[in-house]
């Protein structure tokens, strides 16, 4: 069966600093891996998405995150934090097995302090 | 084009009632997921349909049911309300389950 960790409920940084969003995923099949934020009251938006084409994605917004196979983890990262960043974000997990359904983490709440 | 459009976007329902919530996906989407989304649980999926077929379901009580019709658009609806069935119900709709889900803002219902 397929699942999401996110580790880190809340994660705080200072503006300008670097953001680091942990994401490890367990997945028997190649998996497709979605990072979505959501802002208050708000649906999710689309990040950023690995498929297989690249280890390293580029999404909106200046994120990033980075497939590693052998560390079954697929990280967030942005160089450098703005207050507009402050949101929940969401690790997604895809595939064959499971059957048609998208497992969500339980989410990291960003923090950015002026 | 047109985002997802959930509707209501709130609502206020007593327990024991039931509610119906209305998804319309992006058109040219055919797979439409509901998530119940609350503090302490996080994003739970509750069903995923494609093409009118309820393809997966999630650990959720019979009262929680979907459908889907032709034009895609779905509905899930609630009976026997409870307390905790308050929270935030998101729908999403994609191409296919593997490809991005578009969400909408979703509809926050309370029960009292």
């Known amino acids: 069966a397929q699942s999401v960790t996110q580790l880190g409920s809340h994660v705080s940084v200072s503006e300008g600093a670097l953001v680091l969003l942990r994401c490890n995923y367990s997945?028997?099949?190649?998996?497709?891996l979605f990072w979505y934020v959501q802002y208050p009251n708000q649906g999710l938006q689309l990040l950023l998405k690995?498929?297989?084409?690249?280890?390293l994605v580029k999404g909106i917004n200046g994120f990033e995150a980075e497939f590693k196979k052998s560390e079954t983890s697929f990280h967030l990262t942005k160089p450098s934090a703005h207050m507009s960043d402050a949101a929940e974000y969401f690790c997604?997990?895809?595939?064959?097995?499971?059957?048609?359904?998208?497992?969500f983490g339980a989410g990291t709440r960003l923090f950015v302090k002026a | 084009k047109a985002g997802v459009t959930q509707t209501p976007r709130y609502l206020i329902k007593t327990r024991g009632q039931q509610v119906t919530l209305s998804c319309s996906p992006i058109?040219?989407?055919?797979?439409v997921s509901w998530y119940q989304q609350t503090p302490g649980q996080g994003l739970q999926f509750l069903f995923e349909?494609?093409?009118?077929?309820?393809?997966n379901k999630g650990n959720f009580p019979g009262r929680f049911s979907g459908r889907q019709f032709s034009n895609s658009r779905s509905e899930m609806n609630v009976s026997t309300l409870e307390l905790g069935d308050s929270a935030l119900y998101l729908c999403?709709?994609?191409?296919?389950?593997?490809?991005?889900?578009?969400f909408g803002q979703g509809t926050r219902l309370t029960v009292v």
């Open positions: 997604a997990v895809t595939g064959t097995t499971g059957g048609f359904k998208t497992i």
């Open positions: 997945s028997s099949v190649p998996p497709y």
């Open positions: 349909y494609f093409s009118e077929t309820q393809r």
């Open positions: 058109s040219g989407h055919r797979s």
């Open positions: 999403a709709s994609s191409f296919d389950v593997n490809t991005e889900a578009f």
């Open positions: 690995y498929t297989s084409a690249a280890t």
